[in-house]
């Protein structure tokens, strides 16, 4: 059983504005997003995707198509500074990756697949790959 109280609850609300100053929480207390929130879109041609990066530099950021099978994955990097007349309280800023991948339901035409980053916001157009789509089969 555990007993501990979790971060960001009601108690720490309460003792928040009483003494401030007496609970603060560790460095490096606030975890890396979950996942990546996508919004993913189809028309006759293309699927388009929109997935929420904000504050990954443009160059930490890495799609891969295989298939129908599109995977984002972000490294997002914190830069510590700090001096010898410094002391660090509390630091919200963290190191890690986060990954989301998932599968359209048509292949993908990766040559002519379009990626662009602007305000902390991904977009891709993943045109549906041509071909055939599937063949009747003729029952004899």
């Given at each position: 059983?555990?007993?501990?109280?979790?971060?960001?609850?009601?108690?720490d609300?309460?003792?928040?504005?009483?003494?401030?100053?007496?609970?603060i929480?560790?460095?490096?207390?606030?975890?890396?997003?979950?996942?990546?929130?996508?919004?993913?879109?189809?028309?006759?041609?293309?699927?388009?995707?929109?997935?929420?990066?904000?504050?990954?530099?443009?160059?930490?950021?890495?799609v891969?198509?295989?298939?129908?099978?599109?995977?984002l994955?972000?490294?997002?990097?914190?830069?510590?500074?700090q001096?010898?007349?410094?002391?660090?309280?509390?630091?919200?800023?963290?190191?890690?990756?986060?990954?989301r991948?998932?599968?359209?339901?048509?292949?993908i035409?990766?040559?002519?697949?379009?990626a662009?980053?602007?305000?902390?916001?991904l977009?891709?157009?993943?045109?549906?790959?041509?071909?055939?789509?599937?063949?009747?089969?003729?029952?004899?």
């Amino acid at each position: 059983m555990n007993n501990l109280i979790p971060r960001g609850s009601l108690f720490d609300e309460f003792f928040k504005d009483m003494a401030p100053g007496y609970f603060i929480r560790p460095l490096h207390g606030d975890p890396l997003p979950q996942s990546i929130k996508v919004d993913v879109k189809e028309n006759a041609d293309a699927y388009i995707l929109e997935a929420e990066l904000p504050g990954v530099a443009r160059d930490d950021i890495h799609v891969t198509i295989d298939g129908n099978v599109v995977t984002l994955r972000a490294e997002i990097r914190q830069m510590d500074a700090q001096t010898s007349d410094e002391k660090v309280l509390r630091s919200e800023r963290y190191y890690g990756s986060v990954t989301r991948s998932f599968q359209l339901p048509q292949e993908i035409d990766e040559q002519a697949a379009k990626a662009k980053y602007d305000n902390g916001v991904l977009r891709l157009m993943l045109p549906k790959k041509l071909g055939r789509t599937g063949q009747k089969l003729t029952i004899e």
